[in-house]
């Protein structure tokens, strides 16, 4: 039996209020529970060593960063290498240590790298590191997934990373847009199919979760 006081019984408001709270964290996804933290789409691509030990490590070191920089690497095997290196909610620096190898790789201070002197594949994977490292702040990765997105307009891969970090932005202000940025992707039959469907599969069976705020 419930304790009651003045005729309330607590049991029964204690259990009313945990129920409403989890009712609440279903359907309002949290910033720990988000676009970009909770698209794990790298678990289709474990057959891969090097996405294999960025899952184990969470670090970025050199082989990786060469791994990054080679335009002989699928785009999607890189995007699910950082995807693997994974997040933290006090922040990473692995978009850091990346930057440090760009700086030496075209020989002047990382903070002088310009847009313009990066490959399409190297706006891509800084802007997707950025984004993981500090997904709080999307804003600062838009820069370069934008660039790339411009460069690389057929690819799939880019384009939902885009839209993942574009919806990232949007989850505080508008969750109808988190899901139209994506479905925007889907939709889009131009594109070329350079992700795995099974990858495909995991970011829309968690993004979906945004589509009952357009109803």
Not at 25 to 35: C, F
């Amino acid at each position: 039996m419930g304790f009651k006081i003045m005729g309330f019984n607590f049991k029964k408001i204690l259990v009313s209020i945990s129920a409403a709270a989890l009712l609440l964290n279903v359907a309002t996804p949290s910033r720990a529970d988000s676009p970009i933290t909770s698209t794990n789409f790298s678990e289709a691509y474990q057959s891969y060593d090097i996405v294999k030990r960025a899952k184990e490590t969470g670090t970025l070191d050199l082989e990786m960063a060469e791994y990054l920089s080679s335009p002989s690497t699928p785009i999607d095997i890189k995007a699910a290498l950082i995807n693997a290196l994974s997040w933290n909610i006090e922040g990473k620096r692995n978009a850091m240590q990346y930057r440090q190898y760009l700086g030496l790789t075209y020989n002047q201070p990382m903070e002088e790298l310009r847009l313009d002197q990066l490959s399409d594949d190297e706006l891509f994977s800084l802007g997707y590191l950025t984004v993981m490292d500090d997904y709080f702040k999307p804003e600062k990765a838009q820069p370069y997934l934008e660039a790339a997105q411009q460069r690389k307009p057929k690819s799939y891969t880019v384009a939902m990373v885009n839209a993942l970090t574009q919806a990232q932005a949007a989850l505080d202000s508008d969750r109808c847009q988190v899901w139209r940025v994506t479905e925007k992707v889907v939709n889009n039959s131009t594109l070329d199919q350079d992700l795995k469907p099974a990858a495909q599969k995991i970011i829309l069976d968690y993004m979906r979760v945004y589509e009952e705020s357009c109803r």
